[in-house]
Nanobody
Framework: QVQLVESGGGTVQPGWSLRLSCAGS????????MDWSRQAPGKERELVAS???????NYADSVKGRFTISRDNAKNTVYLQMNSLKPEDTAVYHC??????????????WGQGTQVTVSS
């Protein structure tokens, strides 16, 4: 059974840091590209950061320089280190695993999400 389980969300003050974790099971984690996206109430989902199976990273302009995505394939876990948090970072954060299978069709798994609230 495929699972992605996020943790590490919470409520913090502006300027503080949080580290989100997403643990995968039931699939070959190292073969998948991983990403974090977020969705705030009334807003569209935003892709925040991604990391390929080979370790190449990419970030949305809104988080560049503040967030860092990393992965530990030995632990089947992807992380999102979030520093200098702002109120506009408030959202539900989801991790996602994706790859093209042998039929060149997308294979995508989602976590259940974790709430991040930045408020003074």
């Amino acid at each position: 059974q495929v699972q992605l389980v996020e943790s590490g969300g919470g409520t913090v003050q502006p300027g503080w840091s949080l580290r989100l974790s997403c643990a995968g099971s039931g699939f070959t984690f190292s073969n998948f590209d991983m990403d974090w996206s977020r969705q705030a109430p009334g807003k569209e989902r935003e892709l925040v950061a991604s990391i390929t199976s080979g370790g190449t990273t990419n970030y949305a302009d809104s988080v560049k320089g503040r967030f860092t995505i990393s992965r530990d394939n030995a632990k089947n876990t992807v992380y999102l280190q979030m520093n200098s948090l702002k109120p506009e970072d408030t959202a539900v954060y989801h991790c996602r695993a994706r790859r093209l299978n042998i039929y060149n069709s997308p294979q995508i798994y989602w976590g259940q999400g974790t709430q991040v609230t930045v408020s003074s």
